[in-house]
């Protein structure tokens, strides 16, 4: 693909809701350094020409937003999941391209891989025992009698499941098209789906937030995990997207032994409204929406780089299927 503008042109930010690192000054600092000589400008904030503006670095841009800018030539999002993006029906028909890197695939793994040995060392009951001066020490099974299923074997979920393999775990992984991994079971589609969740102990949900995938975490999948695993029953680990799960499903089936345990990275509504029993649920993990932060250093260097190639003529990596919705 080759650009048809001035190679000049300015990268807006539109970033709304992210972490206490996303201060706008300190993406503006990041992206000013990465892309010498190039215009960058806060979007609302810092007056500019919207006819300017070739470029866009969007998280949760508001819907809309992005139409306003009428020679934009490519959209970066800022995180790997492009869900609130694609929600935007105006969204101008330009490549939209989503993050795949080292830095955050490694963050995503490293919280995999904790919330997995987590529930398979049995790290909640070992804290309870703590916190009532008890030695109680309970059987640990072997890495290799724990099964763990990944829903989702792209970027991220390929690269936990390399991991989890290499530590022992017994790993599959689910995916749309077939697939074929070295060490790991690889399920693929619907008829993939019901052997992949009946060897499964520990459920790790890697997808993204598609019209396909949208509340695929609930009580009749729960209920196809298998039964007869080491750790007491299923466990579910989610870093997806909230809008994957059924908290209600969640909930009840905690209560009635369908699942044993949770992780939570995302939700429904987030933040998590401080009224949701998940809060307190004694077998709830939760954490804020941040199993894998982008970071500003990393990402902005990634950005700076596409935008090198495109303006060179050559081709974009990562860009989303939208047909597809990821
Ligand atoms: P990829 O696009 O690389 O991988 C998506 C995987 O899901 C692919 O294996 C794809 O199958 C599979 N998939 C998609 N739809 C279906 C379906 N209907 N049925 C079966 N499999 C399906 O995404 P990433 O691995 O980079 O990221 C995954 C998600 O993780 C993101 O979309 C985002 O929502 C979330 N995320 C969360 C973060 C956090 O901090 N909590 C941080 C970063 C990402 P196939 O390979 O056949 O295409
Ligand atoms: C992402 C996220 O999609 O941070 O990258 O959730």
């Known amino acids: 693909m080759t650009s048809s503008g001035p190679s000049s ?94 830095d955050l695939t490694q963050r995503m793994t490293e919280y995999i891989v904790m919330h997995v ?30 099964r763990v299923g990944l829903l989702g074997l792209g970027v991220l979920g390929r690269d936990a499941a390399d991991v989890l393999t290499r530590l022992g775990f017994r790993v599959a992984g689910w995916s749309n098209s077939p697939k074929t991994m070295p060490g790991i079971e690889c399920y693929a589609g619907a008829a993939g789906l019901r052997p992949f969740l009946a060897r499964t102990d520990i459920l790790v949900c890697l997808l993204p937030l598609t019209p396909d995938t949208r509340h695929i975490l609930n009580r009749p999948l729960f209920a196809q995990l298998a039964k007869d695993g080491p750790l007491g029953g299923p466990i579910l680990i989610n870093a997806g997207r909230g809008g994957l799960q059924n908290e209600a499903d969640i909930l009840s089936c905690l209560e009635d032994g369908t699942l044993n345990a949770a992780t939570l990275d995302v939700f429904e509504t987030e933040p998590l409204p401080v009224t949701s029993p998940l809060w307190t649920h004694p077998r709830v993990t939760i954490s804020p929406h941040n199993a894998a932060d982008t970071d500003a250093d990393a990402i902005s260097i990634y950005v700076a780089r596409q935008i090198a190639d495109f303006e060179r003529g050559l081709p974009l990596a990562n860009v989303v299927d939208r047909s597809r919705g990821y």
């Open 9 to 102: 042109g300015a990268l807006a930010l539109l970033i709304r809701g992210g972490t206490d690192n996303w201060s706008n000054e300190r993406w503006k600092a990041r992206f000013t350094t990465a892309c010498p000589g190039r215009p960058i400008v806060q979007v609302p904030e810092e007056g500019f020409d919207a006819a300017s503006i070739s470029y866009a670095a969007v998280w949760k841009p508001r819907p809309g937003e992005l139409a306003g800018f009428p020679n934009l030539k490519v959209i970066f999002n800022l995180g790997a999941g492009v869900d609130a993006v694609l929600a935007d029906t105006q969204m101008p028909n330009v490549p939209l391209v989503r993050v795949a890197v080292d």
């Open 117 to 146: 040995l987590m529930h398979h060392r049995q790290q909640s009951y070992l804290a309870g025992c703590q916190q009532h001066k008890q030695w109680k020490p309970t059987q640990q099974w072997a890495a290799g009698a724990v």
